[in-house]
């Protein structure tokens, strides 16, 4: 059948992310305890802070079993009910989590073919959209604008938006629903095994996988054991700049 739409992943696939996760889960942790000190004096920052990263850790460990998002929101009303501020304002709310994610944030940078790749794509007809594990939805719509990515991703949806990760397949349905097509003519492109490759495979949509990392989750140790012998993709990549010549053989 022939390709009429391509859903990429964000994170690793349109951009990498320039420092390591224990510095940037450390940065972010001082300036949520920083935020609360100054706007909340009455919370032990400290408490909260090591309530939500635990929060946070327990709800990803939960989420990878149940395919169903934990977002942020919830983490953070969770960890807040603990230190005794169970009703906070909106406010409040969006501004702790702002403050928790703000150094990440800065910290993304689109790959450089992914523009020129977007527009090439887009040139042939494609429909263009994104799909991504994440626990909050503001950010992923924010690294969209910033990077440059919204003009060619319609959607742009994440897993905090949704509710459901990859790789259950009811993941991608509502953007197949959106662009009225059948799974069979749209491709997942994404550098994880087990979410992304394995989700489009019981979707039944073909996949690219995009090797821009060489860790341990694009091997596949997140697999069933009972599947990862057969998630196998249907292309496989090592440069972002790839991808439109790779299309045209499938």
Not at 32 to 45: C, I, K, Q, S
Not at 95 to 104: S, T
Not at 190 to 217: E, H, N
Request: net charge negative; charged share 20%.
């Amino acid at each position: 059948m022939a390709i009429q739409g391509v859903i990429f992943d964000m994170g690793h696939t349109l951009m990498g992310l320039d420092g390591t996760w224990p510095e940037i889960f450390e940065r972010g942790a001082q300036d949520l305890a920083r935020f609360f000190e100054l706007h909340e004096p009455g919370v032990d920052a400290g408490a909260l802070t090591q309530t939500w990263l635990d929060r946070r850790r327990d709800g990803f460990a939960r989420a990878q079993k149940t395919m169903r998002e934990v977002t942020a929101e919830d983490s953070m009303r969770w960890s807040l009910a603990r230190v005794g501020l169970s009703d906070p304002s909106p406010t409040l709310l969006a501004g702790a989590i702002d403050a928790f994610f703000a150094y990440e944030e800065t910290h993304w940078c689109a790959y450089p073919e992914a523009i020129q790749v977007l527009r090439t794509l887009s040139n042939r007809g494609l429909r263009l959209g994104m799909l991504s594990n994440a626990t909050h939805d503001p950010l992923i719509q924010r690294l969209a604008d910033r990077l440059g990515f919204r003009p060619w991703l319609d959607p742009a949806l994440s897993s905090a938006s949704t509710g459901i990760r990859k790789p259950d397949p009811a993941a991608f349905a509502p953007i197949l629903d959106a662009w009225a097509l059948p799974p069979a003519s749209v491709v997942m492109v994404g550098d994880t095994l087990d979410a992304d490759i394995l989700g489009a495979q019981r979707a039944g949509m073909p996949s690219v996988w995009f090797r821009s990392r060489k860790d341990a989750r694009q091997e596949g140790s997140a697999i069933p054991s009972d599947a990862r012998v057969s998630v196998i993709p249907d292309a496989t990549i090592e440069q972002l700049g790839e991808l439109p010549v790779c299309l045209l053989a499938l």
